[in-house]
Every structure is written in structure tokens, then in C-alpha cells.
Nanobody
Framework: QVQLVESGGGLGQAGGSLRLSCAASGRTFSTYAMGWFRQAPGKQREFVAAIDWTGSNTYYTESVKGRFTISRDNAKNTGYLQMNSLKPEDTAVYYC?????????????????WGQGTQVTVSS
């Protein structure tokens, strides 16, 4: 089992920045790929970014490329999502997820472990 706890959400302004953290406990987080997903009101959960267990390979949805950066610190069992140049359309509940070997880093169904989510609201 892996337990995930997100933090760092809140209210941000358009053009501003927020950093989300995902603290993992339980089995060795360093062997798990990690993803960030988000769900806006009335919409389906969507992929945002993912990183493999080594931290060498990262993946982003097109709408956040160049603005968001995913990273991880395996020594701290923590993953991060740095969000810059925020837009009102980034408003959503953000979830981190982990899986040891997802066949597709972009597909939520491949992840076995999920955090409870953290709200991000971006004002214009």
C-alpha cells in the first residue's frame, strides 16, 4: 500500500504560481511512477503531468506545457507540481497518483493509489 497526501493548493491569481506537494508513505515510493490529474466542476478527471520512478522522463498535457513542472525527491518520498503562469481554467481539484508500472502514464485507470485531492482556484 502507498498512502498519498497532497498539499499546497489554495487561491492563486492569474499569472501567479502555486506549488503542490504529494507526500507518500508506505511502500517504497521511489519505485513508483507518479502522476498529477485534475477535475474541474462538471468535468471528467484529466491528466496533467507524470514522471517515471527515476525522475528522468516527464509527460505533460498540452495545455500546461511550458507552465507546469513535475518533479520528485525520492529521498523525501515527495512529488511536486510547480504551476506557473496560472490561468483561471487551471481551477480544479488536483490529485496525485502512483503506480509501480503504469502501461500508460496519461491514463488514470493505470494508477492504483490516489490522494484525497487539493483544491486549486485561480482568480482572474
Amino acid at each position: 500500500q502507498v498512502q498519498l497526501v497532497e498539499s499546497g493548493g489554495g487561491l492563486g491569481q492569474a499569472g501567479g504560481s502555486l506549488r503542490l506537494s504529494c507526500a507518500a508513505s508506505g511502500r517504497t515510493f521511489s519505485t513508483y511512477a507518479m502522476g498529477w490529474f485534475r477535475q474541474a466542476p462538471g468535468k471528467q478527471r484529466e491528466f496533467v503531468a507524470a514522471i517515471d520512478w527515476t525522475g528522468s522522463n516527464t509527460y505533460y498535457t498540452e495545455s500546461v506545457k511550458g507552465r507546469f513542472t513535475i518533479s520528485r525527491d525520492n529521498a523525501k518520498n515527495t512529488g511536486y507540481l510547480q504551476m506557473n503562469s496560472l490561468k483561471p481554467e487551471d481551477t480544479a481539484v488536483y490529485y496525485c497518483a502512483a503506480d509501480q508500472s503504469p502501461l500508460s502514464m496519461r491514463y488514470s485507470g493505470e494508477y492504483d493509489y490516489w490522494g484525497q485531492g487539493t483544491q486549486v482556484t485561480v482568480s482572474s
